[in-house]
């Protein structure tokens, strides 16, 4: 039976891969050794890679390439590559009647390939795949650099040669008929080739691999005549060529008539465009070769010294020969007796192992009961000094006594039979404490009784009882004088000259900031003020500004003596707001910083600031958290209410509270120290002078700040004690200070309309209005503790979601399950706008917190079973059930049964089961829930269909890369796990114990990283010249790392879910290489994971792509693609932003 032979022929990007797919649906079969498809042709080349290596070869020894076809069907070729075809042809026919043949060059080869199937007895078919040729050249120009120009060229010199060989009889496919309109063409195709239609095939090649999105470059359509420098016969060749693949007859005889030179000017311009190409090529390589003759006339003259010295060196040789021959045998000898003794060694090294880790278990007991006697001996030391000082003072004071003498009639029952029975109601019981307090220490209550406390007091006892047991405890304290609080400054400084001196600033050249401090008079708290800034310089440029408002003290001699202070004088008295206003043309800052001379700024005060413009891109004012000397809080930002009055929220409660400690948007924020910038404080005017002298222009300046767009924040880093009062007093009916009343009507006669629309009623809502949260979703999320990102995948992901829901606009608050204030994390979740919920009062009170607040919490986002099971059943037992959201992170009882199948461990199967019914209860209460693969998913809704679980991806990320790796520059492997978690554990040991050593027989040189937190002592001891024991490694540093590395490994044998390991590396563009459970639950339509269960394959695996760069760059990109497209932020808020309503949020 005679062998046929289907050529597929046409130019690179036209086509010729899809058009050959759809020969093999018409039973035809592709050669073997076929090239791997890759990005840019995900679904294949189908070019075998010996016909395409041979056609190479013969390119290259006549001078050419592919890209430059130097008329290479009118030369002739070695003998060898005859034999070569030929072989190659046999070899492929051996067991194969008919054959698919696919590579664009034997277009321009047709000659010599026409030769090698005659001698091989071989019909061949040649099919033509055609497309427009500006598309063809735009695709080249995208993917191989080509010239627009240049690649034309190239098109026509391919269809040329192919239409040359074949004439006007050749059929033609045109690429966009098959990709719009494939059964079309294929049933065009069999009636050529004389085949039956089979729809079914036809129906599976249109759906697998017929996508019109792979068509690039068609919108790019144009008329080749009027296209710039393109030949006529250029144009008139695509117009045949076109009409042939629609079935129309053409007149090739006539075209060869009419352009009966061809590529003679084309070829021309070709060449010219190939030569620019090449000549800088050219000029490189004549600069290496001149370098590499000089290093070899070197090398020569060296090579004759070494000939001599080699002369020389033979001759010692020789003696020196018969001296090792006895020594040999000496050798020998030795060696038997070293063998012996390195046994002896051996057992003794491990028996020295063993006692070293004795020892060093020993030493850190050792250490550590060191540490607990150190800080037990210096917390009793510290104990019994502080017992014995309170002690002698109570003892020895009047108040004492008199206390003693006047209220012992009412102590007696008070300590004998009330206050024990009050311990189990602790609000209670530290209020009774509180009066006993009272009682005890009269002479400290005159002192510390004062208008504002008594309504705090009362305040604290009817409106805020869940903060009044921790406000009586502080009142308490400062009763018993445990709080020594902050001093004021002197009324007289006894050393004015040595206060001066400890005040200078060296101003920047070019400041950020511009400190600008108005004055009247108060100089001792100006100088306070000034020396607390001296004290704690920021690390931001900045210049301080002092405005004199006339002062009649001796105010301005004083501050002329401070090195580095710029100081203003007013002609005239103006007032607070008009000095602000006037003294801002002679800043030169960025920023403007208003500060109040009656203030003392402590560490962070203004970087802390700063930070929030640079994290914020909406901040258009920034303010303070405000302290009273004493420590207790005067605000925490401010509340305006619809009838335009103002709240300082927080005042005189714990500044320490998690709700005064986060960044949150709010109404306004106290003149006292606020940040804006210059420009934009120009723009709306400065203050509006219709509140002169001052009151409530910082409270229109916010207002100003969110007309225009921006938003007002309270930076509760940045703290500044404030001596209320100094500046205008503090009673509404005495000095300046009444004015504030005036300018209250002017304020709500100006922004009625917002206040009306936007601002609760005097005393409501007052947990949203606190943050303006009332047109936001506020989002409860409960996991285990603070999210410690950068030790395991779970917290990451979490940390991850947090971030996403707070960008999403939601307002977001979170609650660990043990109630810590782990640190940074804490601090970063709180600068990230976060409520954290820590803490005594709501490890006992979070319940009754979301009971007294039911409009408050929208969603409540449980993590982790052992968390959920805690939680739910409250949650949903509340009068105003929150929607439920659950995140298993991954399936127990699933880890667990895998855990069994492979260990056959009967706890593991106990334990399994026990999870499957704790989890499966918790499905059940939940209103969604979620896990990180579709694996899991199926895994649930295979026992209960109709539970509401879906897959959302474990990791959402804002960027990726890099996106071109250089593997030349990168080596060794590296394993990530955090080894709390059981499978890390299983798996590196599985890894080093049976992986491992099949990557060292062929890669002796290679490095493994391993880098995890908590990592035992038995996988620290495992370091050696091969492996490299990094432990727990920052952020920054495992960055570093992955950017050195070529190959991650994740050896899992068991597990559940998505993990979180391979998606940060592949997030990095490193390669992966897995096992099944690894790669569990990603998305792989590039085949950018490496998988393999066997451990001797995967050690093979590990070896090959090691060294093959090209794969790995393959697998870079493909890993960096399915981050883009299943991990991205907007891909996350696709599948979850109707479970969290983001963007909605009913009219509570």
Known sequence: MEKKAIVVLGMH?????????????????????????????????????????????????????WEVPLDTDNRSFSPEFDDTARTILMEKFSDRQSLIIKDPRISILL????????????????????????????????????????????????????????????????????????????????????????????????????????????????????????????????????????????????FSKKYPIPRLKSQKNLFELQLRREVPKYHRLAGEFEKLSLAKENQQYEIANLQKILGDREND?????????????????????????????????????????????????????????????????????????????????????????????????????????????????????????????????????????????????????????????????MLQNKSPGLSKPSEKFTDTDKLLAEIRFSPSSSPRVSVLIPVFNQIRYTLECLRSIAENLPDTPFEVLVVDDCSTDNTLGLLRRIEGLSILSNESNLGFLKSC???????????????????????????????????????????????????????????????????????????????????????????????????????????????????????DLAFQARSSGLQVYYQPKSVIVHYEGKSHGVKENEGIKKIQWINRKKFREKWAEVLDSQHQESGKAVIRARERSQSRITVLVIDHYVPLYDQDA?????????????????????MGDNFYRHQPYSGQLEGMGIEVLVGDFYRKH?????????????????????????????????????????FGHDLHFLRLQRKFALTKNKAAEKEARVWKLKEYAIFEKADVVYFPSIAEVEEILKERPSLPVKAIPLFCYDEWGPGNVDFNQREGLLFVGGFNHPPNIDGLKWFLQEIFPVVLERLPYIVLHIVGSNMPHEIRKLGSENIQIEGFLSEEELLELYDRVRLSVVPLRYGAGVKGKVLEAMKHGVPVITTSIGAEGIPDPFGSLLTEDDPFKLGEKIADIYEDHSLLKTHSSGGLKVIEENFSRRVVLEKIEDDFLIGRRSGK
Not at 851 to 867: F, G, S
Request: glycine share 6%; with cysteine; aromatic share 12%.
């Open 13 to 65: 990007r036209s086509g010729t891969s899809l058009l050959a797919k759809a020969l093999e649906t018409m039973g035809f079969d592709f050669t073997g050794n076929l090239m791997p498809a890759n990005r840019d042709n995900p679904t294949g080349f189908w070019e075998d890679l010996d016909i395409v290596r041979l056609n190479d070869s013969i390119l290259r020894s006549n001078q050419s390439s």
């Open 111 to 254: 000659g010599f390939w026409s030769k090698q199937f005659s001698a091989c007895n071989i019909s061949a078919e040649y099919l033509v795949s055609y497309r427009d040729p500006i598309n063809v050249s735009a695709s080249l120009n995208r993917r191989d650099g080509i010239d627009t120009r240049m690649g034309l060229l190239l098109n026509y010199f391919y269809n040329r040669s192919i239409m040359e060989f074949l004439g006007g009889d050749a059929f033609l496919v045109n690429y966009l008929s098959l990709v719009k309109d494939a059964p079309g063409v294929l049933e065009r195709l069999a009636t050529h080739l004389d085949l039956a239609v089979d729809e079914a095939s036809i129906s599976r090649f249109c759906s697998e691999f017929v996508d019109p999105k792979l068509n690039h470059h068609e919108n790019q359509t144009g008329s080749l005549k009027n296209y710039p420098g393109v030949a006529k016969e250029v144009a008139d060749l695509s117009v045949l060529m076109k009409k042939l693949s629609e079935g129309k007859a053409v007149d090739f005889v006539g």
């Open 846 to 886: 979070w319940k009754r917190w979301l009971e007294e607040n039911p409009d408050y919490v929208d969603i409540v986002y449980l993590m982790r079973p052992h968390v959920a099971e805690k939680y739910i059943d409250d949650i949903n037992s509340l009068t105003r059930k929150p929607k439920v959201i659950y």
């Open 317 to 477: 040789i020789g003696v020196l020969q018969k001296n090792v021959d006895g020594l040999v045998s000496d050798i020998s000898r030795a060696n038997k007796l070293l063998k012996i003794r390195d046994k002896e060694i051996d057992n003794q090294k491990e028996i020295l192992d063993q006692k070293e880790g004795e020892i060093r278990r020993s030493e850190e007991v050792i250490r550590r009961s060191e540490e607990v006697i150190h800080e037990l001996n210096e917390a009793s030391k510290k104990a019994r000094e502080d017992h014995d000082r309170a002690y002698n003072e109570v003892i020895h004071s009047i108040s004492f006594r008199l206390g003693r003498f006047f209220t012992y009639p009412i102590r007696k029952p008070f300590v004998s039979m009330i206050l024990p029975r009050l311990e189990s109601r602790p609000l209670l019981h530290s209020l009774v404490r509180f009066f006993r307090a009272c009682l005890a220490n009269p002479i400290q209550l005159r002192n510390l009784f004062s208008f504002r406390r008594l309504v705090n007091f009362f305040s604290l006892l009817f409106n805020r009882d869940y903060h009044a047991e921790a406000a009586f405890r502080r009142y308490e304290a």
């Open 581 to 699: 206003n006037s003294a801002v043309s002679s800043c030169r800052g960025e920023f403007i910083l208003l500060l109040n001379n009656d203030t003392r700024v402590t560490a962070g005060w203004l970087d802390s600031m700063i930070d929030i413009f640079e994290n914020y891109d909406d901040a258009g004012v920034v303010g303070s958290k405000l302290v009273y000397p004493d420590g207790s809080l005067q605000e925490a930002g401010g509340v305006i209410w619809r009838d335009g009055s103002g709240w300082n929220y927080g005042r005189n409660e714990d500044p320490d509270l998690p709700e005064f400690n986060y960044v949150k948007p709010v109404d306004y924020v106290s003149g006292a120290s606020i940040l804006f910038r210059r420009e934009w404080f120009s723009s709306v005017g400065r203050f509006d002078e219709r509140f002169a002298p001052a009151y409530y222009e910082d409270t």
């Open 794 to 814: 779970g917290s990451r992901s979490t940390f991850q979601y947090l971030k996403l829901l707070v960008k999403a606009g939601c307002n977001v608050k979170f």
